[in-house]
């Protein structure tokens, strides 16, 4: 079974510039989360997706992050524009069902300069 | 709301040994999940062990063990026979309806 697969990998980029994440979760899997995960902390929930309807959005900065769950499959994460303080790592992760266990992607590393 | 409680930034332990992480959570949910994750120095996160709430009996995984305190919404992991590779951050997570919170997490490293 093919895991969640997260591009690209890193990314170093200028503040104010934008930037997008791609993520591909495990096939059938009906929940899809983006995390933002600051070194040294826990991973932050910035939306969750059930199928292609954002089930939770309230930590997500709305004014420069924007999400999308095309077809209830693949995902992008755009920030627009970035800031000196989004440079961490997104994690995508996806889950059968809302409850269960999640399977994490290896990670995008932003850095912002 | 809920949260979820690590109070041990950071641990160390013998190979071979045994160490107990904690954890304390808080929930209005009924019908709820624990889980254990671990991410290793730059390596994906995954699960090492996860319990539902109406489970009386603790979960345990070859040398992982939870020891799951309902009343006192405590949810702590065991870690016996302490290998090099399970040097790692650990994190507490619970999940409810449509809700999954991360605790801040406990860096254990063990040495040899």
């Known amino acids: 079974e093919a895991g969640v697969a997260q591009s690209p990998r890193y990314k170093i980029i200028e503040k104010r510039q934008s930037v997008a994440f791609w993520c591909n979760p495990i096939s059938g899997h009906a929940t899809l989360y983006w995390y933002q995960q600051i070194l040294g902390q826990g991973p932050k929930l910035l939306i969750q997706f059930q199928n292609n309807g954002v089930v939770d959005d309230s930590q997500l900065p709305k004014d420069r992050f924007s999400a999308e769950r095309l077809k209830g499959v693949d995902s992008t994460l755009k920030i627009q524009p970035a800031k000196l303080e989004d440079s961490a790592v997104y994690l995508c992760?996806?889950?059968?069902?809302?409850?269960?266990?999640?399977?994490f992607g290896p990670g995008t590393r932003l850095t912002v300069t | 709301a809920q949260t979820v409680t690590q109070s041990q930034p950071e641990m160390s332990v013998q190979e071979a040994e045994t160490v107990t992480l904690s954890c304390t959570y808080d929930?209005?949910?009924?019908?709820?999940?624990l889980f254990w994750y671990k991410q290793p120095p730059s390596r994906q996160m995954i699960l090492v062990i996860r319990q539902e709430a109406y489970k009386q009996q603790n979960a345990t995984e070859n040398r992982f063990s939870v020891n799951f305190q309902k009343a006192a919404k405590s949810f702590s992991l065991k870690i016996s026979d302490s290998q090099l590779g399970d040097t790692a951050m650990y994190f507490c997570?619970?999940?409810?309806?449509?809700?999954?919170?991360f605790g801040t997490g406990t860096r254990l490293k063990v040495l040899a």
């Open positions: 929930t209005s949910e009924n019908n709820y999940y």
């Open positions: 997570a619970t999940s409810g309806t449509y809700k999954y919170i």
């Open positions: 992760a996806s889950s059968p069902g809302p409850l269960g266990e999640q399977y």
